[in-house]
């Protein structure tokens, strides 16, 4: 790659100060829960694979996701491919329906109000047995 | 800038490539998001073990189901790995490097996970 072309790429610091607008955070927010469910489904992959292993492998795995850490973790997981899904669905909007960039804004915010009516009360439902 | 994607490419591989994004991504909202109410929501870690899968691979309908979100969520999250090496990786090496390996590795975990889903025989049954 060129110097000049280096110049022009985003800079770690300039993905928090750089514009900053719904667009930009809606971007940054698709790219982590992306690479994060992406993530945990290699791990997924592997522990459901313990199964041809028999029952005593599969359970003793099964019982460390019943740890209180990797339960709250997976309440943020549902969080990601829940923000991942709706935010999709705008990305989607405006590329097939070009006229949609004018209420861009409007759309994020929509991703955002969806987002916690669906997400608050799961969330609190799935950690309820913090309570226990 | 609106928030919207990378534009949409003007033909061949890459224009295929966008295409299935936005394709499987609309399967995989369905899929995945019907996956988490009733594996982390209606039953959720507590209940799940190993005769809970036994009894739902009992039949092929749900071993299906896993299957195709499996192929679809890994050359979904495949392809969009592959665009963050195209935006951040800059010298013409690493690319090929980071870009092999990432095949590499989805080829790894596509054969383990559809093994699994294919071959898995609950044991005493």
Redo the contacts between chains.
Sequence with gaps: ?GAGL?AL?VKPHEYFTY?G????W??ILH?VT??G??LF??VH??D??L??W??DL??KA?AL??HPV??VG?VLL?GA??YH?LN?????I??FWPQA?VI?KK??YAVGALFALIYIP?AI??LD?LLK | MNGSSRPRPESGLELYAWLFMRVSGVALLVMALLHLAIMHVINNIEVINYQFVARRYLTPFWRTYDLVMLWLALLHGMNGVRTLVDDYVGPRGWRVISLASLYVLAFIFLAIGSMVILTFHPAGQ
């Design positions: 790659m280096r790429m514009r607008g719904p667009g930009h809606s971007w790219r992306g690479v469910v992406f489904l290699l992959i592997v459901t694979a199964i041809g028999g029952p599969y359970n099964m996701y019943r990797f339960r997976e549902a491919v829940l899904a999709g669905v705008r990305i989607i405006i590329d960039t861009h759309l994020f799961t439902y799935m047995f």
